[in-house]
């Protein structure tokens, strides 16, 4: 197989697909492939083939020959929120409520030290769709979707090995509502989307500690991003705009920067036997720091994750379990003391997370497999469940508190094709 060939039709496909994603860790997807989705996410410091780049550059150092490995994501979440407690708060069913998400990985060994890839996937987004609300609730619906392009380099020996990957990202955003019901704005009523474009790394590696231990570590850059004015004329349309006056309240705008944050992931792997791994994921995303997000009062992130793979002859078996603090948090809406600007304001980033980006699911649980067709072809499976999660807000200048729900389900399939 034609080695150009491969990496040409993947960056084909990349221009071609347009992603929309939910979150399991915020908004980004809990893991790439069926066989890290089927180990709780995790893969930090544990081999899955040549979509191990995307848990961490440096263990394409572990891998043999060639291979290319694809697939898609069916993705059914489920939310339900309550709309504007004004127009009396009857609660709604999102319609976004299916996504197919691409994924395409290529690895091949150079030399006895050197292996390099190329990857892209849709690794983040959000969204809610109430366009179809009844009136007493409100006409709303966004869109987040991130594509990711990354390329990786890999240095190994038998004791260690580090890579570098460069990211470039591609995404889209659109927020469109129609408050008028309220007495405020019907803001981008033709849906329109914004795109940006970025670029970050990832700097991972590597070390057996042991015949039966590897421990591993990885750091991915933040990536900035900005879409036009979607958030900016989002805000503005809740009178989110100075100096007051008219429909302005006097509350600072909202920015448009949304930048993709940073990533601290530390990892370990115990083979117990020859046909049992245990796995272990660490990983910290800075929501906190990063532009747009710590706006809305989101927090940094921790995740746990685990993992275990049972191999035979031809077929392996996984399960795990993946837990993340919801990071989105909550500011007082209520009068006492504080400026009315500000107590609208906060009032507003609280309806705004809980209905427009709800992602506040925490415990998932996770099995999956694969069985070799051939010695050269593999067909792999994985399925993720998410329990429901509830969140109400105070948002007492729009009449009371929202609250939301949310549940999701996905279904990984994948090829894989060593040569």
């Not at 996504?99 to 091949?108: G, K, T, V, W």
Request: net charge neutral; aromatic share 10%.
């Amino acid at each position: 197989m034609n080695k150009q060939k491969i990496v040409a039709s993947m960056l084909v496909v990349g221009g071609l697909v347009s992603p929309l994603a939910y979150a399991t860790n915020g908004d980004e997807m809990m893991a790439v492939g069926s066989q890290s989705t089927a180990l709780g996410g995790t893969g930090v410091a544990h081999f899955i083939g040549a979509e191990s780049l995307w848990a961490n550059p440096a263990m394409l150092g572990k891998s043999k020959g060639s291979e290319v490995t694809g697939g898609v994501n069916l993705f059914k979440p489920k939310v339900t929120n309550t709309g504007v407690p004004a127009l009396s708060g009857v609660s709604a069913d999102s319609t976004a409520n299916t996504s197919y998400i691409p994924d395409l990985s290529y690895s091949s060994r150079i030399d006895d030290s050197l292996t390099y890839g190329v990857a892209l996937a849709g690794i983040a987004g959000m969204g809610v769709d109430y366009t179809d609300a009844p009136a007493t609730h409100i006409s709303a619906k966004s869109e987040l979707s991130i594509l990711r392009v990354v390329a990786d380099i890999a240095y190994n020996t038998d004791k260690f090995g580090v890579g570098f990957a460069p990211i470039f990202q591609s995404g889209s955003l659109m927020l469109s509502y129609d408050a008028s019901g309220m007495g405020m704005g019907n803001v981008n009523a033709a849906k329109k989307k914004e795109s940006s474009t970025g670029f970050g790394f990832a700097l991972g590696g590597y070390f057996n500690a042991a015949p039966a231990v590897t421990v591993a570590a990885v750091y991915q850059s933040k990536i900035a991003a900005k879409y036009g004015t979607q958030i900016s004329d989002a805000g503005n349309g809740f009178g989110l705009c100075q100096p007051a006056g008219g429909g302005c309240t006097g509350a600072a705008p909202f920015g448009d920067n949304l930048d993709q944050p940073a990533q601290m992931k530390l990892g370990v792997a115990y083979a117990v036997a020859d046909s049992l791994t245990l796995t272990a994921d660490y990983k910290l995303i800075q929501w906190g720091s990063a532009a747009g997000y710590k706006d809305f009062a989101w927090k940094d992130q921790t995740i746990i994750a685990v993992g275990a793979k049972y191999s035979a002859n031809g077929y392996w078996l996984g399960l795990g379990y993946n837990h993340a603090n919801d990071p989105i948090g909550t500011l007082t809406a209520s009068p006492a003391g504080a400026p009315g600007s500000d107590v609208y304001r906060n009032a507003a980033v609280n309806f705004f997370n809980n209905m427009f980006f709800p992602a506040i699911v925490t415990n998932s649980y996770t099995f999956g497999g694969g069985y070799d067709i051939s010695n050269a072809l593999a067909v792999e499976g994985a399925v993720v469940i998410t329990p429901e999660v509830k969140k109400t807000v105070d948002v007492a200048n729009f009449g009371g508190t929202n609250t939301t729900t949310h549940s999701q389900q996905a279904y990984e399939v994948s090829l894989r094709y060593k040569f």
